[in-house]
């Protein structure tokens, strides 16, 4: 547990190091920025430098600007992972940002300030995007490289466990060892994928996969890499579903990644290449910017919708007895369980047999009210808290009873993937399906949620939006 801490600590003061790095420069971005807008002539009213620096509205300028830079620095992804970063990337990401705090800037402070010609309103333009771009990177590949030193020299590493025990883990084992880099990968064990033959002689302890949980706490483990020595989808799936509850990066070499069928980014390391399979193909900026629109809008929908549920709730109180609201357990997130909330729309007790029932259009426990809510998609409606406690998404894979989710899994290996990104009140399986009445539909169901897994995009979040508003209001529901 200590040397995990230790590298969560060194990944906090990494993060640390950045923000502050980045604060400090794009104030002092700003304030060379408004030193060369005074000498080359850009203001006016100012006999020096000193009164124009020190005016209310340049002072104002230094406090807020700067922290409107770090807004946009939070949305881009950049903070997101901070242990391993890609050089390549890294540039491309703060010449974006860079741009949009350019254009901000623009259009909040200098549109009036323009002089005219248009050729030098371009090139003060530029100039801030060079000096924003240029104090920032500056830093920021400054703690990147020193980071990098520390894991090529060996004094940053990230303790990992082989998913596998078979001569496929033995041999990326020894492979990772004859590395001329070192990737920082401190490899602590094996763990056995049932059905494998573990080698004999392994150099390292090889542990069961029911055993996980307590290993990674004692080893303090960092990340996961899976090597299969079988093509066994199933059961190579069903093991990569038990890690995802661990919450813990998944990494698995792109040679064996026939198994899978969706596509996920591959990890800019220094050594091997590995597929991360524990975390979708939306970039960093689009997660970030997709759950900040989730907590918005669910803020805004519980107090938009505060009537109609009072209305609703009423309804099903004086309608049917029992509870107004329905509480069962789903698959979420990392495989890990949740209740979802509803608005009840069947009879109180309708599993009292105990055995999860799949309903239909005919079901008789549903109830009159319940039957309009369905049809309308009003029973959703209180699933908004969920997404304001981060356990669902506005749009994403449905989640389902792990009753059901074990019987997907067994015909559908991939299935295990959607566990990478937080569940949906709608879905692209709700808008181009609809309720599953059985579990073949729930697994037909299931081939849209690994499409939009594939294509997942804030754009395609849109589209699926406006057709669940157009299903709601045609009352296709149903």
């Not at 193909?281 to 970030?288: E, L, T």
């Not at 019987?407 to 990104?421: K, S």
């Not at 309720?435 to 849209?448: C, G, I, L, T």
Request: overall charge positive; some cysteine.
């Amino acid at each position: 547990m200590r040397i995990r801490l230790d590298i969560k600590n060194k990944a906090h003061l990494q993060r640390i190091k950045y923000v502050l790095g980045d604060f400090v420069m794009s104030n002092l971005a700003w304030l060379t920025y408004n030193c060369v807008r005074w000498k080359m002539g850009a203001v006016v009213g100012h006999a020096t430098l000193s009164s124009y620096l020190t005016s209310n509205m340049v002072v104002l300028g230094q406090i807020f600007f700067p922290l409107l830079m770090m807004v946009t620095y939070i949305f881009s992804g950049y903070y997101n992972n901070v242990c391993r970063k890609s050089r390549v990337q890294e540039l491309l990401t703060t010449a974006a940002s860079s741009g949009i705090n350019t254009l901000l800037i623009f259009f909040i402070a200098l549109i009036n300030d323009v002089v005219g010609v248009r050729g030098n309103d371009y090139e003060m333009i530029l100039i801030l995007w060079v000096m924003l771009f240029g104090f920032v990177y500056l830093v920021r590949a400054i703690i990147t490289n020193i980071a990098t030193r520390q894991i090529m020299s060996r004094k940053w590493t990230f303790p990992t466990l082989i998913i596998g025990s078979g001569s496929a883990a033995l041999l990326f084992f020894n492979k990772l060892n004859s590395q001329r880099k070192f990737s920082g990968y401190d490899i602590r064990g094996f763990v056995n994928i049932p059905g494998e033959n573990p080698v004999k002689g392994n150099p390292l302890p090889c542990y069961e996969l029911d055993e996980l949980k307590e290993v990674c706490e004692k080893e303090g483990i960092w990340e996961l890499i899976v090597v299969p020595s079988r093509d066994d989808d199933h059961q190579n799936m069903k093991a990569i579903n038990k890690l995802f509850s661990l919450d813990l990066p998944i990494m698995i070499s792109p040679k064996r990644f026939n198994m899978m069928q969706s596509q996920v980014r591959i990890s800019d390391i220094y050594g091997e290449p590995l597929v991360n399979i524990s975390r979708s193909n939306m970039s960093d900026s689009g997660k970030n910017i997709k759950r900040a629109i989730d907590v918005v809008v669910s803020i805004l929908a519980l107090l938009a919708l505060t009537p109609l549920y009072i209305i609703v709730a009423a309804i099903i109180k004086f309608t049917s007895p029992g509870p107004v609201f329905y509480l069962q357990e789903r698959v979420g997130l990392h495989n890990k369980p949740f209740n979802i909330i509803k608005f009840r729309s069947m009879i109180q007790n309708a599993e009292a047999a105990g055995k999860p029932q799949l309903s239909s259009d005919d079901d008789p426990r549903i109830t009159p009210f319940g039957r309009f809510m369905r049809k309308y998609r009003i029973d959703e409606l209180p699933q908004f808290w969920n997404v304001l406690k981060g356990e669902m998404s506005i749009v994403g894979p449905r989640p389902e009873r792990k009753y059901y989710v074990d019987q997907i899994l067994q015909r559908v290996p991939a299935y295990a993937l959607l566990h990478q990104v937080r569940p949906g009140i709608t879905s692209m399986g709700m808008v181009k399906f609809g309720y599953a009445k059985n579990v073949d539909e729930m697994v037909e169901r299931v081939s849209h949620d690994l499409m939009y897994l594939d294509n997942m995009s804030l754009l395609n979040d849109l589209r699926i939006l406006i057709y669940t508003i157009k299903i709601v209001f045609t009352g296709r529901g149903m």
